[in-house]
């Protein structure tokens, strides 16, 4: 029974030491908003369109040959600078020389067949004559005199048949001294040689079209980048604006143009419609050449020295940090209006809205340099305990 009794009062003080002497645990949890914030400054908005390109010289000339032969001596190479006028190659003359020759032979035996006929052409006429004036006399018949005024008009059709040939020899023999000048390959501007197709010793046959002998770059110093415009993007391109671009080659240097022109022929490739745009490039350290790839940027707008905020400005609306919806309080068009920190809750203010570059925005209205602005907020959960200190009853 004793034994009983102890086992009983043993529990009984351990459960009231448990419920008397034990400490209380409270947990709360907080949700907590931090903001990523930004401010407002003052400087320029350009608006660009970026696209691709290739450099080319304005003016490219390809070099043909009008006649067939053997290229005789190559006078010029890759990268030569050549005048106007110049000697590039030669091609074998021999044949084109004796072609002239037989065109020479042709025309001196026309003027020896002209010499003939005119002669017989007078004896023929003064044959008439003579029997006309018998005829008077009747001492031969009519039909001799006919007979007679048909041998001098056979030999008048003579003449004019032998005059006929001399002025074909002659173009024959034109034909051949211009065609052994083609034979002499001549530079038909100044510039650089950028192409050589051809080698001493091989044969060119010039028979539908005339083959590329040399491509000649005029004056490298002026050259122009063929830009690649998307049609989304080509509308808001205008003469005279400015671009400017850089090269694989020179990745550190910035080089600066001006759109010349827009080409009206699209180009369609797998969906995509393009359009070309022309941009002048000076280029007087010759470092540019032609074929570079040229990443480009046009300017199509620009604002100088206005108030510009982050665009991710414009698209921040806060969320209410209990229920993690939008602040219903706030009924402002989000795309006209920025959001400020006052006393540590955001405040819209309406802004009108200009320029934009993809990363700044120009912004006007009741807003002021220096400004911090709010680009995005982020809710974080704190937990609190508080322990109950232990209290002794008496």
Known sequence: MKKKLFFCGTFIVIATITLVFGSFIKASDKKETSYITATVTRGDIIQRVSATGTLQA????????????????????????????????????????????????????????????????????????????????????????????????????????????????????????????????????SGVVI????????????????????????????????????????????????????????????????????????????????YTVIVDVQNPQLKLLPGMTANVTIEIASAKNVLKVPSAALTFSPQDSQNNTTLSTYTIEPSHVIWVLDEGKPKPIKVNVGLSDGNFTEITGDVEEGQIVILSSSATSTTSNKRTPMRFFP
């Open 58 to 189: 304005i003016n490219t000339v390809e070099v043909g040959s009008q006649i067939s032969g053997t290229i005789e001596k190559i006078f010029v190479d890759y990268n030569s600078t050549v005048k106007a006028g110049q000697v590039l190659a030669q091609i074998d003359p021999s044949t084109l020389e004796a072609a002239v020759l037989e065109a020479q032979a042709t025309l001196d035996s026309a003027v020896a067949a002209l010499t003939e006929a005119e002669a017989k052409d007078a004896l023929a006429r003064k044959n008439y004559e003579r029997k006309k004036k018998l005829l008077e006399q009747d001492f031969i018949a009519q039909s001799d005199v006919d007979e007679t005024y048909a041998e001098w008009q056979s030999a008048k059709a003579a003449v004019a048949s032998a005059k006929a040939s001399i002025k074909g020899a002659k173009a024959a023999l034109e034909k051949a001294k211009r065609n052994l000048t083609y034979a002499t390959i001549k530079s038909p501007v």
């Open 195 to 274: 192409d050589k197709a051809v080698s001493e010793g091989q044969t060119v046959a010039a028979s539908l079209e005339a083959p590329t002998l040399f491509t000649i770059a005029e004056d490298l110093t002026n050259m122009q980048v063929e830009v690649t415009v998307d049609e989304a993007d080509i509308g808001q391109v205008k003469e005279g604006q400015i671009a400017k671009f850089f090269v694989d080659s020179f990745p550190e240097e910035t080089y600066f143009g001006k759109v010349r022109q827009i080409r009206l022929s699209p180009t369609e490739e797998e969906n995509v419609v393009t």
